[in-house]
């Protein structure tokens, strides 16, 4: 079992710049690969990007491709999305997830956190 409690949403401008974390409970953190996802009001849930559980190259929704990067710390049991240039077309509150290596589909995921841009 994996809870996952994601932190640091909030309102920014356009522009600007928010870090996202998720902790995660458990003891097998580092065997899990980690996906973000975020959805607007009005509109379904979307994949941002993941990092696998080695950490290696992450992959990106083309969305986002070069002003957001995931990164995980094992030993912190954390993985983070570091948020820049952000447009107020990012509104939505942001999940991380958590699928593990045998899965095809995530399995623990958290509550979320609101990220707001306003222009």
């Known amino acids: 079992q994996v809870q996952l409690v994601e932190s640091g949403g909030g309102l920014v401008q356009a522009g600007g710049s928010l870090r996202l974390s998720c902790a995660a409970s458990?003891?097998?953190?580092?065997?899990?690969?980690m996906g973000w996802f975020r959805q607007a009001p009005g509109k379904e849930r979307e994949s941002v990007g993941r990092?696998?559980?080695?950490?290696?190259?992450?992959y990106y929704a083309d969305s986002v491709k070069g002003r957001f990067t995931i990164s995980r710390v094992n030993a912190k049991n954390t993985v983070y999305l570091q948020m820049n240039s952000l447009k107020p077309e990012d509104t939505a509150v942001y999940y991380c997830?958590?699928?593990?290596?045998?899965?095809?589909?995530?399995?623990?995921w958290g509550q979320g956190t609101q990220v707001t841009v306003s222009s």
């Open positions: 990092i696998s559980w080695s950490g290696g190259t992450p």
């Open positions: 458990g003891r097998t953190f580092s065997s899990y690969t």
């Open positions: 997830a958590a699928r593990a290596r045998t899965s095809l589909q995530y399995d623990y």
